[in-house]
């Protein structure tokens, strides 16, 4: 797919479209779920959404990249705190959710839901 031609406008959307792990293409190029942007009545660029079982797997690159190191290599804490932005970000919704990120941080499910639990309680206890 190409992308969209060079205009400031998609310059200052791409940081967005990268970070959600979608995909720019030219307006043209639309079909179906596509999200076509306008700006200043003319159609700029399009962005293809990534499937939801895609986007777990992208949030979870970017944390790596965010850490510097692979997640199971990250402290107890630092992993907890994994978790949370994970369960802030619907990561949990997606089925074998649970599954993917213990795999990922090198935990089991159980590890992963004891780290859920006390973030339920400690906002319980507020």
């Known amino acids: 797919m190409t992308e969209p031609v060079d205009h400031p406008f998609v310059r200052a959307v791409k940081p967005l479209v990268d970070a959600m792990g979608a995909q720019m293409i030219a307006p043209d190029q639309a079909s179906g779920d596509d999200v076509v942007l306008s700006w200043e009545g003319e159609d700029r660029m399009a962005v293809r959404l990534p499937h939801l079982s895609d986007s777990l797997d992208h949030i979870l690159a970017e944390l790596q990249r965010r850490h510097g ?25 997606v089925r074998h959710g649970v599954e993917t990120v213990a795999a990922a941080l090198g935990v089991s499910r159980f590890t992963v839901y004891n780290y859920l639990n006390r973030e339920s309680a400690a906002k319980s206890a507020e």
């Open 69 to 93: 190191m692979p997640l199971s290599e990250l402290d107890r804490k630092t992993k907890q705190s994994v978790v949370r932005i994970l369960e802030s970000r619907g990561a949990f919704s």
